[in-house]
């Protein structure tokens, strides 16, 4: 298995910009979350999916912030207008069903300029 | 109130030595699972080892092990004969329930292995 495939790896914008991360889960983990990590807040919990349903968004810093999952094998985190303030690494990370496999992607290095 | 503490930003261990690194944590789920996760200074997250609460032994991963004393609600992370290729931060993380529900991470310890 390529384990979870997060694009790109590294990412540069400037202020303003839309940005849009990706990620494919583990085929048959049906639960995938984004996670954002900084220096000051460590690794926080951003929305998760069950199934492609959302069920808890309530990490997610503002309207600026979406996520989607269109199917089983792929998910969308965009930043519009992206804010120096997002500049992280922004992990996937999928699991199955009662599975204690928590798998991170490699992550994506954001920085907005 | 925080639900994963790791008290101790960084860490020294010489080369060949056991380390311990410190977390506790807080829930009221009956059930549960505690995690540790290595990441090193390229940036992965790397699982190491798992502990359900209802286990009875200690879970053991190679050099790694878990102290996991349960009533005083601490899952410390044991590191035996210390390598260089061991320098990374450490995370320890905690599912409540049985359910597919997110980690929550502390905030990390440093650990440094010294020639």
């Known amino acids: 298995d390529a384990g979870v495939i997060q694009s790109p790896r590294h990412e540069v914008t400037e202020m303003g910009q839309e940005v849009t991360l990706r990620c494919k889960p583990i085929?048959?983990?049906?639960?995938l979350f984004w996670y954002r990590q900084t220096m000051m807040r460590g690794l926080e919990l951003l929305i998760y999916?069950?199934?492609?349903?959302?069920?808890?968004d309530s990490g997610m810093p503002e309207d600026r912030f979406s996520a989607k999952m269109p199917n089983a094998s792929f998910s969308t985190l965009k930043i519009q207008p992206s804010e120096p303030r997002d500049s992280a690494v922004y992990f996937c990370?999928?699991?199955?069903?009662?599975?204690?496999?928590?798998?991170f992607g490699s992550g994506t290095r954001l920085t907005v300029v | 109130a925080q639900k994963i503490t790791q008290t101790q930003p960084g860490m020294f261990v010489q080369e060949k030595e056991a380390v311990t690194l410190d977390c506790t944590y807080d829930?009221?789920?009956?059930?549960?699972?505690l995690f540790w996760y290595k990441q090193p200074s390229s940036g992965e997250m790397i699982f190491l080892i798992y502990?359900?609460?209802?286990?009875?032994q200690n879970a053991t991963e190679g050099r790694y092990s878990l102290n996991f004393q349960k009533a005083r609600k601490s899952a410390n992370l044991v590191i035996s004969a210390s390598q260089l290729g061991d320098s990374a931060m450490y995370f320890c993380?905690?599912?409540?329930?049985?359910?597919?529900?997110?980690?929550?991470f502390g905030k990390g310890t440093r650990l440094s292995v010294i020639a």
């Open positions: 990370a999928s699991n199955q069903d009662r599975g204690n496999g928590y798998t």
């Open positions: 085929s048959g983990h049906n639960s």
């Open positions: 999916f069950n199934n492609n349903v959302p069920i808890d």
């Open positions: 829930t009221s789920d009956p059930s549960y699972g």
């Open positions: 502990q359900g609460s209802y286990d009875q």
């Open positions: 993380a905690m599912r409540e329930g049985t359910g597919n529900t997110p980690l929550v």
